[in-house]
């Protein structure tokens, strides 16, 4: 394998881009499993018995991890030229730019830990423990729920700081009231304002630690309303991102789903609006790996966009493999015939199915839009399309396409030749 084919392919696998998704998805998969076992062993590891019978062992997995952290790191750096943002900077001021990049600092700290490996001291044990645990700040970087948690946080940042604001007024208020009511009575638990914001504190985020209560009836009243208070305070920033965070998850899911929808070249020349139109109408479907998708012989009435996971069109001669981001049966859309093939799920999939009958409600409420698909069918008939089996020429390209047997592997350029002649048509 050349250098820069062997590059790409790093990139393609730490990215999870082009089709070493297998590849990408093991390391993803099997980087979140040191990142969990290393902050597991960083709690562990502070129990005294525990590191006096196995000190050794522990030491050596934190020595072999934090190694397998410093190549995900120097790999990292190595393909960050291929970032498409940072391809104009140069190999060099493209790693120098990736490098203060949030991801890659963390990626860094992940890797400092390695450093005080060789030391026992009490200080360096206690840095050590502390970077160990900030190893989950890379898990971020593998979820995409927590990513849309922080996007959230950061998007409402003004609205958590105004909130933030609100609770500490009324926190100062509170302990102000209670310092005057109480401190005549309360001496020595309540000897300042500050010392009466710690009572406020527990008391409105009705924790209620008990160390300082009110005794006199006024001091009840004030502590009961601000009791009460507390209840809406504490809601009003868990409020505030959870709505953040729903509307995060439905703004990512609904531009996968546009994205997704704008590839298919039956919509391709639509209008952002009308491809939203169309994105409204899918319907999420879960597939276990090995039930069937697709039935041959049944009506093929649905296309389907993959969102996760792989599916498997078997031929005769050859099976199909296709995986995330990519689709198959947009044929259905228009002709609705019998299915040629069988579609398997490979893995587990995640599915967005769109069905014929209920695009063509929509194209019936929206004559233009209707004419428009309806264009675009009879323009890819007129040009002859390559079809196999169910799978459209563009379907084809996107696909991963094995052989079953040697005879059949010389076959295959053959079989996916370019048409010399328009209107030649394989069905």
């Not at 190694?67 to 060099?92: K, N, Q, S, T």
């Not at 105004?162 to 209670?178: D, P």
């Not at 310092?179 to 005549?184: A, L, Q």
Request: contains cysteine; proline residues 4%.
């Amino acid at each position: 394998m050349k250098r820069a084919e062997f590059k790409q392919t790093l990139y393609n696998i730490f990215e999870d881009t082009g089709k070493e998704r297998t590849a990408a998805r093991t390391v993803r998969q099997f980087l979140v499993f040191l990142i969990i076992m290393n902050v597991a062993l960083s709690v562990i590891e502070t129990v005294p018995d525990i590191r006096e019978s196995f000190g050794t062992i522990l030491k050596l997995l934190q020595l072999v991890t934090g190694l397998i952290f410093l190549v995900e790191y120097v790999l990292r750096l190595y393909v960050a030229d291929l970032h498409p943002p940072l391809r104009r900077y140069g190999p060099v001021f493209a790693r120098l730019r990736y490098a203060i990049h949030l991801d890659a600092i963390i990626d860094l700290i992940a890797v400092l830990p390695l450093l005080m490996v060789p030391f026992e001291t009490n200080t360096a044990v206690t840095t050590f423990v502390v970077l160990r645990l900030l190893r989950f700040l890379k898990l971020a970087r593998y979820s995409p729920a927590l990513r849309s948690l922080l996007s959230a946080v950061a998007s409402e940042r003004q609205a958590l700081m105004g909130s933030t604001v609100i609770i500490f007024g009324v926190v100062l208020l509170a302990a102000t009231m209670l310092y005057i009511v109480e401190h005549d009575v309360q001496p020595e638990k309540l000897t300042s304002i500050p010392e009466a914001m710690w009572w406020a504190l527990a008391t409105v985020t009705t924790v209620g630690y008990g160390d300082v209560v009110p005794v006199t009836d006024l001091g009840k009243v004030i502590g009961g309303a601000v009791m009460l208070m507390g209840y809406g305070l504490i809601a009003l920033p868990v409020g505030i991102i959870a709505s953040a965070f729903a509307r995060e998850i439905h703004s990512r899911d609904f531009v996968v789903s546009w994205s997704m929808v704008a590839r298919v070249p039956l919509f391709e020349d639509l209008k952002a609006t009308e491809i939203a139109d169309v994105t409204k109408l899918l319907k999420a479907q879960k597939v276990r790996a090995g039930v069937v998708i697709a039935q041959k012989g049944d009506v093929a009435d649905k296309m389907y966009f993959i969102t996760d996971g792989d599916v498997e069109i078997k031929f005769e001669a050859q099976s199909v493999y296709l995986g995330e981001g990519e689709f198959f049966g947009e044929l259905a859309l228009i002709h609705q015939r019998l299915r040629e093939t069988t579609v398997t799920a490979y893995h587990d999939c995640e599915l967005l199915v769109l069905e014929a009958f209920a695009l063509q409600q929509l194209m019936d409420r929206n004559p233009p839009l209707a004419n428009k698909i309806l264009q675009e069918a009879e323009e890819r008939a007129r040009e002859g399309r390559r079809v196999l089996g169910d799978l459209a020429e563009e379907e084809l390209e996107m696909a991963d396409v094995y052989p079953s047997d040697e005879e059949e592997a010389e076959s295959e350029p053959e079989l996916f030749q370019e048409k010399e002649k328009g209107g030649e048509d394989k069905r």
